[in-house]
């Protein structure tokens, strides 16, 4: 008996004990951030509409607007019914703060330069495009690293029966701009899980099931046939797992600010490539489409549409260079680039960035293929081409979908993996580089090519992207995919065969007819002298 | 006595044992007399061919000589141009195809196509001489030779490759094998003039009007025999000759282009005014007109035989000519060789008036002479010193109007328009082909405002090229060019990379030329190619005009 009291009171107290605890647990959790006020655009809503009447203000129509820029665009006065603006930002999450280290300054000295390459490559470019995956640009192409079959993420990882979102295909050139936040990321990321990109746009309110959209060869043929035609890596990750600001930081300085997506009113002050190439006496530049050389991080503008190209061209947030003119000058508007290939003055490194037509959603992907493809065609068609390598790369994954799990170097990234096409007549036809590289990597070439130091930790461990070159076979030909004259009615035409008989067999049986005719005449004009 | 042929005459001699020595002396003199025409064949025709001749290359092509050419180089089988010319355009394609054959052997170039005309063009003037001496005689003959020869009309055309001067070789021609058939009817012969009179039409087919004038010409011309038989034989022929055309195209399938030209043709709008052709009167000579007025005065009054062709042809074409909207400075080269003759009969006439009338018969004749070679060196003088540049001028007008492409009379002459529209080509047109060829890829495309220059810059450039300036409306174009429905789009998608911009096709369509120039501006257009050429401005400075201008844009 007394052991059955005892045995009943140890459960008892076993039961109290768990239920304390999951109290205590309960009571321990950190409440959950409060959500954010939206709001659904109706027909006929402006934002300054919007901030009248729900805000109590119309003045506040800037706050908004800068809330939900990434989704409106460049111009405010274009609203979609339907759409979800952010009236009041609920509280951010708790950043996911990675334990493994910051990447740091190197101490290395300067690289060898790599010989072959030097002696090819005399012209770099790089052009940066914006938001999408590996898997999104290319998750169907042939031998590529692309979506696994039966490849699909859940709904909410954090219930098992929520159902899942397949990969398929986009049927539009245009879509909705996704939330592509560090936090976003990493909640995507999930410690390596990748089962949050769903969820995640589902929690800014966003359509989930977008993130796992594709495009393929059909809406991007240009870039598919660069791809078949010179190298597609698809082992590139972006460099932070993040957003635009941190990862066009990596690419410049082979670090980020650790400021998240937020410039500082005094600036960021990191040592960049083009410090080094400036150290070095190797010409650089850096071409912005429709600059605005008003731009920097002083003056920041959220109603100017160019605002963007502050976060896009770090340089401009560096007080070290918007300080110098000489140093700004280096930054111009891309229209220089054509002068300067037309010109035979290209400077040895040139990073490019696209403004408008970026392919940022929701931009039309069409038309940034397009211009992108006229950069590179005008590359071609100049005389630098023949000792050229253009990189054509994505800053980061814009939120989109990628099954393949970044490795963690450090406490940044890697991040997704980004699209990246090398283009060079030394590059190797039709060749998938599965190397894993990432925007330093691009530094790291850079720094083989000209014998410079690395910058940090990262681009000094980087791998350096030669294997997608091959300097022994000759240089080739620029190729460019036949473009149909959309505007153009096909002029028509008889074959040349047919007119070819024809007109020699009439022509053979005339001359025989004149000559005929001719002699006869001639005959007759004889005999008939003789007879007189 | 001695006046049949030498060895008859010789044996009558022989047998009658007399009269040797005069035989002797008359075959001399009749072989001196036949030497002495034969020599004086051979240094006219010698003349035709060195002003034909000379610097004949010295310019490039001008858009039709393009066309032509190009055409003949996708017949002769060059892929590259197979591909920017299709095989059928507008016209008929004998020339085309003797030009093909002639590309077969030299290759791809701009010399040989114009040597072909240039044979065409010496033909003439041996054709106009045969004419000459079988309606009139010898000294008709050379004269019409000479007059040909040395005439800066048929100068100027036989200098191009244009299909009317091949058109205009077997226009004579007909009429050759129609003055042997005049002086003695035969059937062989009236064939072979109905076979001329098609192979006249498969050069172009403007030559069908020798049809009408040469039935007017049977109907009226009551002393020329025909049997039902001939007539319904040189019918056949004709048809047969001409039908290389209309089954070329059945047979290849061009009909439907075949129809759309057709009705473009009838839907022109008057590119000249009524007084045009007065322009082409200074090029044949004044002097030969004037004599030519003569001449058919005394046809008219005679109305033998080829008198009533010639002037019903004389009729049919230039009423033709002046009623259809379209005119071109070489569409009357056809007359060249009845207006001749008509000019060496007249001046024959004159002299031998003059013979008669004087009373010292041997000094008249050293006049009349003299007077007839005054007249002729006149009469080229005056024709050969009309022009502004060039070893052969023209009037500015004239050089206009070879562009049969042009259907816009330019308001005023803008600046760099002669360099543009030149005698005997283009001087602008080989230096941007090469430019183009040079550096360009191969599968770059050209926007102009005009389809001269694209035509051009196919052609030497070996690159295609599009005109803004053709109409999108099939009824208003010709159906062989390809209207550029939305260049904008074009210019976005990087499907046109570079645009050109020329002064002639400016001053010609100053609406397109601005709107060119406002996708210049709007592109990034970068200037990479100036063809800038100096201008005498009225205060004594010089200036450089641009001629052609080509920017590469970038959207």
Request: aromatic share 10%.
């Amino acid at each position: 008996m007394t052991a059955v009291r005892l045995a009943a009171a140890c459960l008892v107290s076993l039961v109290l004990l768990l239920a304390g605890s999951g109290v205590a647990q309960a009571a321990n959790s950190p409440a959950p951030p409060p959500p954010p006020i939206l709001y659904t655009v109706k027909p006929g809503d402006t934002l300054s509409t919007i901030a009248r009447d729900q805000l109590g203000d119309p003045g506040r129509w800037r706050e908004i607007y800068r809330l939900n820029r990434s989704q409106i665009g460049d111009d405010p006065n274009i609203l979609y019914t339907g759409e979800i603006l952010i009236l009041i930002p609920g509280t951010p999450r708790p950043r996911v703060v990675s334990t493994l280290p910051p990447p740091q300054a190197s101490h290395s000295g300067p690289l060898p330069i790599d010989t072959g390459a030097a002696s090819h490559i005399k012209h770099v470019f790089v052009i940066m495009q914006e938001n999408h995956t590996f898997d999104n640009y290319f998750g169907t192409y042939p031998g590529a690293d692309g979506l696994p079959i039966g490849a699909s993420v859940p709904i909410d990882p954090a219930r098992t029966a929520g159902g899942t979102v397949k990969p398929y295909h986009l049927s539009a050139l245009r879509t909705q701009d996704l939330d592509h936040s560090q936090n976003s990321a990493r909640a995507a990321f999930d410690g390596g899980l990748m089962d949050g990109f769903v969820v995640t746009q589902q929690h800014h309110n966003l359509p989930g099931s977008l993130a796992l959209g594709y495009y393929n060869g059909t809406d991007l043929p240009y870039y598919w046939y660069l791809a078949s035609n010179y190298v597609l890596a698809d082992r590139f990750f972006s460099s932070a797992i993040g957003g635009s600001l941190a990862n066009h930081q990596f690419w410049v300085a082979g670090l980020d600010s650790n400021q998240g997506e937020t410039i500082p009113a005094q600036g960021i002050q990191m040592t960049t490539i083009f410090d080094r190439l400036q150290g070095a006496g190797v010409s650089w530049k850096f071409y912005v489409k429709n600059y605005d050389p008003q731009l920097d991080f002083r003056h920041l503008d959220p109603t100017n549409p160019r605002d963007s190209e502050v976060a896009w061209v770090p340089l401009l947030t560096i007080p070290s260079v918007v300080d110098d003119p000489t140093k700004r000058a280096h930054i111009q508007d891309l229209g220089n680039l054509y002068q300067d290939l037309v010109d035979g003055t290209a400077p040895a490194v040139s990073y490019i960035i696209q403004g408008g037509t970026s392919e940022h959603p929701p931009g039309h992907v069409g038309n940034g293929e397009n211009a992108t493809m006229g950069i590179i065609d005008s590359i071609m068609r100049s005389h630098a081409w023949n000792d050229s390598a253009i990189v054509l790369t994505w800053d980061d994954w814009g939120g989109w979908y990628d099954h393949v799990v970044p490795p963690q170097v450090d406490r940044e990234g890697y991040g997704f993996r980004v699209p990246t096409l090398i283009i060079s007549p030394y590059a190797r036809k039709g060749y998938i580089l599965h190397q894993t590289a990432d925007f330093t990597s691009i530094l790291k070439f850079i720094e083989r090519l000209h014998g410079l130091a690395p910058l940090t930790t990262r681009d000094q461990a980087a791998s350096d992207l030669m294997a997608a070159f091959d300097f022994q076979q000759p240089p080739r030909a620029p190729s460019r995919p036949q473009v149909a004259s959309a505007g153009v009615v096909p002029a028509r035409g008889p074959s040349a065969a047919r007119l070819l008989e024809m007109y020699g067999l009439v022509s053979g049986l005339a001359v025989l007819l004149l000559l005929l005719a001719g002699l006869t005449e001639r005959k007759r004009r004889a005999r008939r002298r003789s007879e007189l | 006595m001695a006046s049949g042929p030498f060895w008859t005459d010789l044996k009558a001699a022989l047998r009658r044992r007399y009269g040797l020595r005069k035989v002797l002396e008359s075959a001399a003199g009749r072989l001196i007399r036949r030497a002495t025409f034969f020599v004086a064949v051979g240094i006219v025709l010698l003349i035709a061919v060195a002003l034909r001749l000379l610097n004949l290359d010295r310019f490039g092509f001008n858009s039709d000589e393009a066309v032509y050419a190009g055409q003949a180089a996708a017949l002769a089988g060059h892929q590259d141009y197979a591909q920017l010319f299709g095989v059928f355009r507008a016209h008929p394609l004998l020339v085309h195809f003797i030009v093909s054959l002639v590309y077969r052997i030299t290759g791809v170039n701009d010399v040989a196509p114009r040597l072909v005309s240039v044979a065409f063009g010496v033909g003439m003037v041996a054709v106009g001489g045969a004419i000459g001496t079988v309606m009139r005689g010898r000294r008709v003959g050379l004269l019409t030779m000479l007059i040909i020869a040395v005439s800066a009309y048929p100068v100027m055309v036989s200098r191009q490759l244009l299909l009317d001067g091949p058109m205009a070789f077997f226009f004579a021609l007909t009429l050759l094998f129609l003055a042997l058939y005049v002086r003695q009817p035969r059937g062989l012969t009236l064939y072979a003039a109905a076979c001329s009179a098609g192979l006249a039409f498969l050069a172009k087919e403007s030559a069908i009007l020798m049809v009408p004038a040469v039935l007017a010409f049977f109907l009226l011309a009551r002393d020329v025999p025909l049997s039902l038989r001939d007539f319904a034989i040189s019918a056949f022929v004709y048809l047969a000759t001409i039908a290389a055309f209309p089954v070329s195209l059945l047979v290849g399938g061009g009909t439907r282009v075949a129809q759309e030209f057709f009705v473009w043709q009838l839907l022109r709008r008057p590119n000249h005014d009524p007084t045009f052709y007065l322009s082409v009167v200074p090029s044949v000579g004044i002097p030969v007109v004037a004599l030519a007025m003569v001449g058919l005065v005394i046809a008219l009054r005679r109305r033998q035989g080829l008198d009533v062709l010639i002037v019903c042809l004389t009729v049919v074409v230039v009423a033709f000519f002046e009623l259809w909207p379209v005119k071109g400075f070489q569409y009357l080269i056809p007359l060249v060789t009845p207006v001749a003759l008509l000019a060496a009969d007249g001046l024959v006439s004159i002299t031998d008036s003059l013979i008669r009338a004087s009373k010292h018969a041997r000094f008249s004749r050293r006049l009349a002479i003299a007077s007839a070679g005054l007249a002729l060196v006149a009469t080229s003088a005056v024709a050969l010193g009309i022009g502004s540049s060039g070893v052969i001028g023209t009037p500015a007008a004239a050089i206009v109007a070879t562009d049969s492409d042009q259907t816009g009379d330019p308001s005023t002459t803008p600046a760099g328009y002669a360099f543009t529209a030149g005698t005997g080509g283009l001087e602008a047109s080989r230096p941007v082909g090469e430019w183009i060829r040079k550096n360009t890829l191969s599968d770059s495309e050209f926007l102009t405002i005009g389809p001269s220059l694209a035509n051009i810059i196919q052609f030497y450039g070996k690159r295609r090229a599009l005109a803004l300036s053709v109409s999108p409306n099939p009824l208003h174009r010709n159906p062989t060019y390809q209207p550029v429905l939305n260049a904008d789009l074009m210019l976005r998608t990087n499907a046109v990379q570079y645009l050109v911009y020329d002064s002639y096709s400016a001053a010609r369509t100053p609406f397109f030329a601005r709107r060119l120039m406002a996708f210049v501006h709007k592109y990034n257009g970068i200037l990479v190619y100036a063809d800038l050429q100096p201008v005498q401005q009225a205060n004594g400075t010089t200036s450089y005009v641009p001629i052609v201008l080509i920017y590469e844009v970038h959207p």
